[in-house]
Each structure stands twice: as structure tokens, then as C-alpha cells.
């Protein structure tokens, strides 16, 4: 079965506005984590929509470069996350306001 | 023995240093000591020049002992100089030796006062100023004691500066006198430019070969100098200053204020007659403006009740005298007024002081009378010094020289002689009115003696008072010409002498003036006056005829106001201004920075939206 | 190979004196003296030198650019050279007393600004001078931050900003007239002597001059680019209030008259009339605002201003004899405002205020502290006799014969001099006592001090020939009137 690239493009579209609107809507930080990972998704899904527009490999192997790319930026996040934890003994992403500036 | 001409200034200079650096250390008598004896020692110097130049004047009546080259430029040169010729010569004399009793007389009278040591070191300063002022060889070595002067009078005006309105007369001397030296300088840049050098004998060769009489610069250059002039010598439109500084101490004022600073503006025009003779214009102006200061100062003469006011308003119209006989071109009868004026002026505030100091520095004659037998040695002084001032015939130095002076005058304009006789009349009324309030009537109590400092001086300038005059009489009088001879080689010869009428005329009116005053005195007029409360007009003499609230009104409130807009610097304000933005700004901005990852995050998508929108429709 | 030792002794100096405060508290002091000693026993001899330049020193610095490391003295950079030697040593025998924090870094930075200006007056090399320049600034901007009165951050601050724009400008300016060379003969240098003679034409070049010439009078501090100059001398220690007025203004001058007018003498030309009339209006803006000051040195550094417009002038009338005097006033003004500002840092340090209201009737508490004061304030005022006035006056005649309007104002700018010279008299020495104190006069040190000021003004006022000579050749050098 033939399929054409606008649908997997479209997918990624509405996958990264899903992840978009949790990523603003959502304050636990561990679904803010998640939706980053649903954008990540999403632009890896735009690469392989592409790669099969033009026909070339390219595509994928960017692919699998934001699939590592995803895989340590969640590792450093949730270590991040975890020391926010023990930090400030919540989840809680607004609160968690410490680069403001102060006064 | 001319060479030694550099001691004459540096003496005194020398004296001021020595007290300006050892000051506070040194007890009073030594200070005065140092003070006196160096003026003592110039005069001396002096005295022996001028004897060795009469022995045998050198070649050419003129003798210069050029110093150090001061400047030397390209286009601009000024040599540092000392110049005798007889014009200086009688200056110097006049200085020294008018300044060396007034030294005497000031240990004795600034006794005990604080800074005893300052003030010799400002006189000391003062004369050194003076005399470097009449030796100039340079306009611009001139200038230079020019403005020393000035500053020596700012300081001794102010000398008791606790009073906050001695600070304000002493401001006042200096910053009208200020205004009148731009003027000058500007004159002198003018001379400096067209010449390349300030040198007063170059200048005068090169204006009269460069300029023909009646055109524009020379009338231009000599208004400008002459400006100058009637700022330092106290003459309207000026002359506002010197009431006011009679808020120094009293030998102060005689020294500078009566016999030697205030004449500076007419030895400058005598030293530079030949340019003014270029601008006949400006001689027409120079008689003009010199009748107006003797009118006016004998008017504000006869209302006050400050003895050194009046005396201060006598010197403004004796030298207001002066500048009359420069208007005519009278060059030697001006100088010759000017050593009698320096010599019964300067006896007329010394014995002043000498009364004043016995009761406590009062100054108002109206709470004086009858001193004539409680201070006989002041009294007889004093009254010296006004027969000279009056004019009264024969008696003293004063009636020489004015007679000689107003003789020129008939000769060259009656109308302006009528003026003079005018004003010889009033200061016959105002100084006899003075003598009659303070030496008799009802006697107020006094204590004490003079000593040998006061008594000193007051009697060698009284016998000087008395003889000067006898160097230059009218013909009815023997006619000597003993000092317009020596003034003849710089000057030119002798004026002609007045007929016998205009003589006559000119001898009756002092007599009648005093004759008025006697007459107002024994009928008690004098004292109502004093002590009624003035009336208007009396208030507008009294305040030298609005001369002060004119100026006031147009260039002092002006300066003030914009001294009060500006004081906080607009140019600045408007710095503030892009300053103040910068700062809202950055409120405004700080607001966003509020560690909202979320905030955040959705700022970046618009971001990048704008951005790839940006891209594609472009 | 010795000017190298004119820039290297201080710089060092500077390095040592930073650690050294740990051994002992004076001993930054005496080694910033010496320093500065040993520099001015290297500069005095070199006057003797026979030729021109007095001495010059050129090796490679990045070639690629056409920039190298090159200094040269003539008579007018030794004249500013000592002025910045002499000067920087009382500043240091100024704060002798004084109880400063961090001593070390505060002399290090007063040494590493000295060495950027003596710099500045050597370099002959575009982009060197910019680097100089740089040197000089920032660590004053230090000097002011740390050690300043109460509004010290402002005063930084604007310092910094003003310094900086008009570092950048001159930057600017450089680089484009650099390029613009290049453009024209293939070239690329920053050698003055290369630059001297090919003035880039058209609005480029107009614009170009203009950079360096708005840099140059925010540096001299000229209505209407002096607003930093008013807090910042007020606000900095005394040490830095000295170099400020009495050094660091004087490169704006020397800026103008090494750089602006040679090199650009037909642009220079046609902004002249522009340049004259911000003259006469920095005169009178700054003399009518030091009348109304309250603060003491605030006071003094308006009349800065007032004393900068002369200059403006004597440099924009572009003839010798103007510019004699302008070389001449910097040296006079340096000598008498340098100890204005020595005298009002003593009185802060004995009143602990600055404010004239509370002072007044000095002279019977302080004598000699106030006879000096009135001596340099008559000196500032241009009392003919001392050194201000000779070089007040070779301006006005210089600048009379080229433009006599401009002249008779700047002329009639000396009254105001008087009211603000004689108000500051008045409020702070003479006039009645308002407040009982019981304050120490002038030691010997301060004595000593003020003596050599006043035996220094005095003996440029009346005996200026031998300063006159050393400047002659470099004045002569820069041409006449276009």
C-alpha cells in the first residue's frame, strides 16, 4: 500500500500541537517531559514524511539522530526533575521560579 | 643707579611674600615692621631716582630697563619692563611715599585687629601692584598690575570678612571694575593684533603712522581702554563701586580708593594721549562723561551722613576734575591734580580714621560735633585736607592745581569750565558741611592719644598739603611751572594761564560754598537734615541717583534668574530623560522574566511561528 | 627604546603595588612614588633630544592589519607627558592620610590609568592610541565605583557610558578612515604619518571626522557633551577627582589637536564656526552654572567646563598662536584646578561635607588652607600673572585676527569667571562663621604640596617662554590656517 507523505506529515503536525498544548496546559513537570517527547516524536515523524517526499534515506537516519537526541535529553530531564523534587518537594513546574528576577 | 628701578616694585613684593609666607609665625610689630619699612625702602629708592633724574635726566627723558622677555611668538611678543619717563617718575613718588605713610599709620590703627599680618601682606601686595601698573613698559605687563590692583582692593575691601556686606562691597568693586578690564581687553587684543606687540612706544609710533586722526580704530581702541579706565577710576556710568568700598578699613580706603588705585584710569589716559588724541570723539566723550561724574557726585555728596561716603563721592568728582582736563587735553594739569588729590585725599581719610578710631569706628558725622578741641591734631587735618578739596585760594595744594586744571578747561570750552565752577561750589558746601557737623557745635565724649604712627603721617601730609601746590602757580602768583617743566618732555610745555575774571570766578566759588554751608550750620539746618527721615529725592542721591537699582534690574536679577533655571543643568535633565526610558523599559521587560517555564516555552513558539511565517511569505 | 620605559614603569608599578598592601598599607604608596619618579627621571632628559621628534620608538604589532607598535614625543607630548607624571604623583601624596580600603587595587588602578594616558599622548599609531585610550578609562571607571563619595555607582556609570561612546566612536572613526585609505592607495595601515596628508574628501570623510570630533569633546567635556563630567568629579575620591580634571581632560584637547585637525584640515575647517560657537557657549554654560552650585567641587568642575571652551575655541581657530595657548592653558589649568581639587578634598576630609552653605568664614579657622584656595581660585579666574591667563590670552589674540565676534564673547565669557570665582571665595573663606569647628589646618605635606602648585602657576605666568619653546616645534608642525 502506497502511502502518501501528507499523512504522515499530518500526523506530525497534530501530534506537535498535542504535545504543544500539554507542554503550555499541564504543570506537573513530568507530563511537561512527556509532551516535550510527543514534539520530539512528532518533528522525527516530519523527518521520515520527508525523507519519503524526496525519496532519500536522510529522512530516517535523522530519525534515529533525534531519537538519541530524545533519549539523553530525557535522562539529563529526569535527573533534573528528580533534583527539582528533592529540592522543592513538589512537581509543580510554576513553581519552580527560581531564575526570576528577583525584587 | 636707574637700573636699580626693579627694587622700586619688587620691594614691596619681596614684603608681601615674606608676610603672605611667614603670616600666622611672626609677632604683629615685626609684621608691621616688614610691611612698612619695605614700602619705606621703595620710597626711599624712589625718592633718590627721582633727585639723580632732576640732577640729570637721561638722554631722550625716558629711561627703560627691559627685565625678561615675557612672550615671544611668532606674531606675538611682550618684554617684561620697567619704564621712567617724568609720568611715572611723579607717579612713583606719589605712590611710594603716600603709600609708605599710610603703612605707618595703619600699624597704629589696625592694632590688635585679626589678621594683622594679611592685611600688610595685601598692602604690600598692593603697592607692588601699583607701582609694576605706573613702570609698565607693556599695555600687557600694565595689565598685569592692572588686575593685581583690583584684586588687592577686592581683598582689602573685604578685609573684615565676617560681615557679610563687606563681601558683597568687596564683590562689587571687583566685578564692576571686571567688566570695565574686558572692555580694556578686548582694546588691548585689538592693539595686539594690528601691532604684534603691546609695547607702549611701538603702539603709539605705529597708531599715529597707521591711523589719521578722527577714523574709526583709533576711536574704537581708545573707547575701549578708556572704558577701563572710568571702571578703575570710579567714573559714571561705573562709578557704582566706590561707596560701597569704603567697607574697608580706613587707610585702606585712603591708600587705594583715594590717592593711587582709583587714579589708574587717567595715568592710563596720559600714558596713551597720543592715541586719544586720535580720537578727538572720544576726548568729546571723556569731558562729557567727567562734567556728569562731578555733578553728580557733588549732589551725592551733600546728603550723606557717612563721613567716608562723603569722602568717597569728593574723590569720585576730583577725579571726575581730571578726566575733565584729559577731555580738554589738559595732560599735565590732570597729573598735577592727581599728586595734590593723592596727597589732601589721602590726609583727608587718615584723619578720619584718626576720629573714628577714638569713637569706636563710628562714621556717622551726625553722631559727632564739637571734636574740634577734643582731637586738635585730627581737626587741623582734616581741615587742611578740605581747603585743599575746595579749592579755598592760596591755602593749599588743592586750589593749585584746580585753578591750574580749570584754566585749561576755559580755554578749550566755557560750558564745561561753568560745570566745573559748579561743582567746585557743592564741594565747598559738602565737605564744609561735614567739617562744621563733626570738629563743632555739641561735643560728644572721646578718649585717648595718637600715637607717633598717627600723629606722623597726619602732619608730614598736612605740610605736604600746604607746600605741594607751590610748584605750579598761576601768573598772579608768581607763575612757577616747576612741575608741568618736568612733565614737559613726556606732555608737552605748560597750559595757558586763564584770564584774571575766569580766575576770579574760579577762587569766589569754593568761598561762597563755604560760606553756604556756614550759613546752614549756624541755623541748624545740617542737623534737622540728619535727622529727619530722607524724602525721596534725598534717598536718590543719597543712593548715587538709581545708579544701583538700574544696574540691578537689567543685569544682575537677569543673571540671577538664569543662574535659577540653569542651576540644575537642563543639558543634563535631558540625559535623565534617556535615562528614565531606559529604566521603564526595563520594568516593563522584567515582568516577563518571571521563571515560568511554561510563559517560557509558549514566548518560544510564537517566536518560532513568527519566524517560519516570516520566512514563507516573504 | 626609554618612551617604552614611560609606559612600562608605571605598568608595573601599577602590578607591584596591587599585592602589596598585604606587606604593609603604605607600601603601594611608595612604590607607586617611586614608579612614577623613576618615570619622570626617564621623560625629563629627553628634551634634550635635537631633532623634532624627541624621541620614537616602532616595531611590527600585527602586521596583517597595518598595525604597529609605534610612539613618538615632540614637544607637546612631553609638555603632557610630565603634566601626567607631576600630577600623578601628588595624587598619590594627596590621599597620603587618607584611610583607603583595598589600598593596593586603588593605587594599581591609579597607575594603570596614568600609564594609558601617558599612552595616549605617545601613540602614533591609530588603533595604539584607541588601545591606550581603552587603558586609561577603565581603570578610573574602577577608581570610581569603588572609591567615590556617596553617589559613586551613578557616577561610574555615567562615566563609563559617556567614556565608552566615545571609545567607540573613535573606534569607528579609525577603522574607517583605515578602509577608506585602503580604498585609495591599496593600503592598509593605522600609522599616523601614513594618514597624515590623505584626508578621505566627501561626506565619508566629513563623517569620519565628525565621530573623532564628537568623542574627542565628550572627552573635554564641552557644553553640550559635559554632562558626566559634573558628577563624576564630584562623586570620585580626590586622587581621581585630580587626574580626572587636571589629566584625563587634556586628551580630549590633545585628541582635537594631534588627530582632528591634521588629519582632516578641510572638514575640521568647515565645522570650525560649529565648533567655535560650542566654544563660547560651554564658556558661559559653565560658568553660569558653577555661580549656582552649592556643592564645592561640583562648583570647580563647572568651571572645568567654563575653561574647556577656551580651549574649544583656541583649537578651532586653527592658528598658531591659539594653539600655543591651548597647549599652554591645559598645562595652566591642570596646575590650578589639580589643587582646587586637592583643597576641597582636604576641606571634605576635615568638614565632612562639600556643601558651601555650611561653610563660610574658613579663614579664620583655616588660613593657610584658605589663602591657598583663594590664590588658585584668583589662578583659575585668569588673574594675569599666573599661568592661566597667558594662555587665556594667546588664545584671544590668536583667535581675535580670525574671528573677532566669537573672541569679544569668549572675552566677556571672563566676568561670569569672576562672579563664580568670586561667590566661591566668598561662601567658603570669607563671610560670617555658621558653624563652630575645631579642624586642623594644612600640615606640611599640604604645604608643601600647595607651595609647589602655586611656585608652578606662578612661574607660568610670568616666565611661560621656556613651555612656550618646547611646544614651538609641534605647533608649527601642525600648519596653519587652511
Known amino acids: 500500500m502506497i502511502v502518501s507523505w501528507q499523512a504522515p506529515a499530518s500526523l506530525a503536525l497534530i501530534l506537535f500541537l498535542l504535545g504543544l498544548a500539554a507542554l503550555l496546559a499541564r504543570r506537573n513537570l513530568v507530563f511537561v517531559l512527556m509532551s516535550v517527547e510527543i514534539m520530539l516524536n512528532a518533528a522525527g515523524l516530519l523527518f521520515i514524511a520527508a525523507g519519503m517526499r524526496w525519496g532519500t534515506p536522510d529522512g530516517q537516519i535523522m530519525f534515529i539522530a533525534v531519537l538519541n537526541l530524545a533519549g539523553a535529553e530525557l535522562a539529563v530531564g529526569l535527573i533534573l526533575l528528580l533534583r527539582l523534587r528533592g529540592r522543592l518537594t513538589t512537581l509543580d513546574g510554576d513553581a519552580a521560579v527560581l531564575l526570576r528576577d528577583s525584587s | 643707579m636707574m637700573r636699580d628701578i626693579w627694587l622700586v616694585p619688587a620691594l614691596p613684593l619681596a614684603g608681601a611674600v615674606l608676610l603672605g609666607l611667614l603670616g600666622g609665625k611672626i609677632p604683629a610689630r615685626l609684621a608691621a615692621v616688614i610691611g612698612a619699612s619695605s614700602v619705606g625702602l621703595a620710597a626711599a629708592l624712589a625718592i633718590r631716582i627721582a633727585l639723580l633724574w632732576f640732577a640729570a635726566p637721561p638722554p631722550g627723558d625716558a629711561f627703560l630697563l627691559p627685565l625678561w622677555t615675557w612672550i615671544t611668538l611668532p606674531k606675538f611678543s611682550a618684554v617684561v619692563g620697567l619704564l621712567i619717563d617724568p609720568v611715572s617718575l611723579v607717579l612713583i613718588l606719589v605712590i611710594s611715599v603716600i603709600g609708605f605713610f599710610i603703612h605707618l599709620f595703619s600699624a597704629e590703627y589696625m592694632e590688635g585687629e585679626n589678621g594683622y599680618a594679611r592685611y600688610f601682606a595685601y598692602l604690600n601686595l598692593f603697592v607692588a601692584s601699583m607701582l609694576l601698573l605706573v613702570l ?39 566685578i564692576v571694575t571686571r567688566v570695565a578690564d574686558i572692555a580694556m581687553l578686548i582694546g588691548i587684543l585689538i592693539l595686539a593684533l594690528r601691532f604684534g606687540t603691546l609695547d607702549i612706544s611701538t603702539v603709539l609710533h605705529g597708531a599715529v603712522s597707521a591711523w589719521p586722526p578722527g577714523s574709526f580704530w583709533p576711536a574704537v581702541v581708545a573707547g575701549l581702554l578708556l572704558v577701563g579706565g572710568l571702571g578703575k577710576s570710579a567714573q559714571v556710568p561705573l562709578q557704582t563701586w566706590l561707596p560701597d568700598a569704603m567697607a574697608g578699613p580706613t587707610p585702606v580706603s585712603a ?14 589716559v596720559v600714558r596713551l594721549h597720543v592715541l586719544f588724541l586720535l580720537a578727538p570723539a572720544v576726548l568729546h566723550g571723556i569731558a562729557l562723561g567727567a562734567a556728569l561724574t562731578v555733578l553728580l557726585a557733588a549732589c551725592a555728596g551733600l546728603v550723606q551722613s557717612d563721613i567716608k561716603r562723603v569722602l568717597a563721592y569728593s574723590t569720585m568728582g576730583q577725579i571726575g576734575y581730571m578726566f575733565l582736563g584729559l577731555g580738554v587735553g589738559a595732560w599735565g594739569a590732570a597729573m598735577f591734580h592727581l599728586a595734590s588729590h593723592a596727597i589732601f585725599k589721602a590726609l583727608l581719610f587718615l584723619s578720619s580714621g584718626a576720629v573714628s578710631m577714638r569713637l569706636h569706628h563710628e562714621q556717622n558725622i551726625f553722631a559727632m560735633g564739637g571734636l574740634r578741641t577734643k582731637l586738635p591734631l585730627a581737626f587741623a587735618a582734616f581741615l587742611v585736607g578740605a581747603l585743599c578739596l575746595a579749592a579755598v585760594p592760596v591755602v593749599g595744594c588743592g586750589f593749585f592745581s584746580k585753578e591750574f586744571l580749570l584754566g585749561a578747561v576755559w580755554a578749550q570750552n566755557p560750558l564745561l569750565w561753568g560745570v566745573g565752577i559748579l561743582g567746585a561750589f557743592l564741594t565747598g558746601v559738602y565737605i564744609f558741611r561735614a567739617v562744621f557737623t563733626v570738629f563743632f557745635g555739641a561735643s560728644v565724649d572721646v578718649s585717648g592719644a595718637y600715637g607717633v604712627r598717627v600723629i606722623l603721617p597726619l602732619t608730614v601730609l598736612a605740610l605736604a598739603a600746604l607746600g605741594f601746590g607751590w610748584l605750579q602757580t598761576p601768573d598772579f602768583l608768581g607763575g612757577a611751572n616747576i612741575f608741568s617743566n618736568v612733565l614737559a618732555p613726556a606732555l608737552g610745555g605748560a597750559a595757558t594761564d586763564a584770564s584774571w575774571p575766569v580766575a576770579l570766578i574760579g577762587m569766589a566759588a569754593p568761598l561762597a560754598g563755604i560760606g553756604l554751608a556756614y550759613a546752614l550750620h549756624q541755623n541748624g539746618f545740617w542737623r534737622r537734615q540728619g535727622a529727619a527721615s530722607p524724602g525721596l529725592f534725598v534717598r536718590f542721591l543719597q543712593g548715587g541717583m538709581g545708579f544701583d537699582a538700574l544696574y540691578r534690574a537689567i543685569f544682575v536679577k537677569p543673571f540671577l534668574w538664569t543662574v535659577r533655571v540653569l542651576k540644575d543643568d537642563p543639558v543634563d535633565q535631558v540625559f535623565q530623560l534617556l535615562q528614565r526610558a531606559a529604566v521603564g523599559l526595563h520594568k516593563r521587560l522584567r515582568e516577563e522574566q518571571n521563571g515560568k517555564l511554561r510563559r517560557y516555552a509558549g514566548w518560544m513558539m510564537a517566536g518560532s511561528l513568527a519566524t517560519i511565517l516570516a520566512v514563507v511569505f516573504s | 627604546m626609554s618612551l617604552c620605559l614611560l609606559l612600562a614603569i608605571p605598568l608595573l608599578g601599577g602590578c607591584l603595588a596591587w599585592p602589596a598592601d598585604r606587606l604593609h598599607p603604605h607600601l603601594p604608596r611608595i612604590i607607586s612614588l617611586l614608579a612614577l619618579a623613576a618615570t ?8 634634550h633630544g635635537t631633532s623634532f621628534w624627541l624621541a620614537d620608538f616602532s616595531v611590527p604589532w600585527i602586521p596583517a592589519f597595518g598595525m604597529s607598535f609605534h610612539l613618538g614625543l615632540d614637544g607637546m607630548s612631553w609638555l603632557l607627558t610630565v603634566l601626567t607624571i607631576v600630577l600623578g604623583m601628588f595624587s598619590i601624596v594627596v590621599s597620603w592620610r587618607e584611610n583607603v580600603e583595598k589600598i593596593g587595587f586603588f593605587h594599581a588602578n591609579l597607575m594603570w590609568s596614568l600609564a594609558g594616558t601617558i599612552g595616549v599622548f605617545l601613540a602614533l599609531d591609530l588603533f595604539l592610541f584607541f588601545y591606550f585610550w581603552e587603558l586609561m578609562l577603565v581603570p578610573m571607571v574602577f577608581i570610581i565605583a569603588i572609591w567615590g563619595h556617596e553617589d559613586r555607582r551613578i557616577a561610574a556609570i555615567k562615566f563609563f557610558l559617556f567614556t565608552q561612546g566615545s571609545g567607540l566612536l573613535i573606534l569607528i572613526g579609525i577603522l574607517g578612515l583605515a578602509f577608506l585609505h585602503q580604498r585609495a592607495t591599496g593600503v592598509l595601515t593605522f600609522g599616523y604619518f601614513a594618514l597624515l596628508g590623505h584626508e578621505p574628501g566627501g561626506a565619508a570623510g566629513f563623517l569620519i571626522m565628525l565621530g573623532l570630533f564628537i568623542a574627542f569633546v565628550v572627552k573635554l567635556a564641552a557644553f553640550p557633551a559635559h554632562v558626566w563630567l559634573p558628577v563624576t568629579h564630584t562623586q570620585a575620591p580626590t586622587a581621581g577627582s585630580v587626574i580626572l580634571a587636571s589629566i584625563l581632560l587634556k586628551t580630549g584637547a590633545y585628541g582635537l589637536l594631534r588627530f582632528v585637525v591634521p588629519l582632516f584640515p578641510t572638514a575640521s575647517h568647515t565645522l570650525a564656526p560649529i565648533a567655535l560657537w560650542l566654544g563660547v557657549a560651554s564658556i558661559f554654560y559653565g560658568a553660569v552654572l558653577a555661580y549656582g552650585q552649592n556643592d564645592f567641587k561640583r562648583l570647580i568642575a563647572y568651571t572645568s567646563i567654563s575653561h574647556m571652551g577656551f580651549v574649544l575655541i583656541g583649537v578651532f581657530v586653527c592658528n598658531a598662536l591659539a594653539w600655543q595657548g591651548v597647549v599652554f592653558l591645559l598645562i595652566a589649568h591642570g596646575v590650578s584646578t589639580g589643587a582646587l581639587f586637592i583643597i576641597v578634598g582636604a576641606l571634605q576630609q576635615r568638614l565632612h561635607t562639600r556643601e558651601l552653605s555650611r561653610m563660610g568664614g574658613l579663614w579664620g579657622d583655616l588660613p593657610k588652607l584658605s589663602s591657598f584656595g583663594a590664590f588658585f581660585v584668583l589662578a583659575a579666574m585668569g588673574l594675569p600673572g599666573l599661568g592661566n591667563f597667558v594662555g587665556e590670552f594667546l588664545i584671544l589674540r590668536g583667535a581675535y585676527g580670525a574671528a573677532p565676534l566669537i573672541t569679544i564673547l569668549a572675552a566677556i565669557g571672563l566676568v561670569p569667571a569672576a562672579l563664580y570665582s568670586l561667590i566661591a571665595i566668598q561662601r567658603a573663606f570669607h563671610g560670617p562663621v555658621r558653624e ?47
Open chain 2, 136 to 174: 609698565a613698559n607693556d599695555l600687557l605687563v600694565m595689565f598685569v598690575g592692572w588686575e593685581g590692583v583690583g584684586v588687592c582692593s577686592y581683598l582689602l575691601v573685604g578685609f573684615w570678612f565676617e560681615e557679610e556686606n563687606n563681601g558683597e562691597a568687596a564683590q562689587k568693586s571687583f
Open chain 3, 436 to 482: 563652630a569647628r575645631a579642624i586642623a589646618d594644612f600640615g606640611w605635606r599640604e604645604n608643601a604640596m600647595m607651595l609647589a602648585l602655586a611656585a608652578a602657576i606662578i612661574w607660568l605666568g610670568v616666565y611661560p617662554q621656556p613651555v612656550l619653546d618646547v611646544a614651538a616645534p609641534s605647533i608649527s608642525a601642525m600648519g596653519v590656517t587652511p
Open chain 2, 255 to 268: 591708600l587705594i580708593h583715594a590717592a593711587t588705585m582709583v587714579t589708574a584710569g587717567v595715568y592710563l
Open chain 3, 40 to 47: 619622570l627621571a626617564v621623560a625629563l632628559p629627553m628634551l
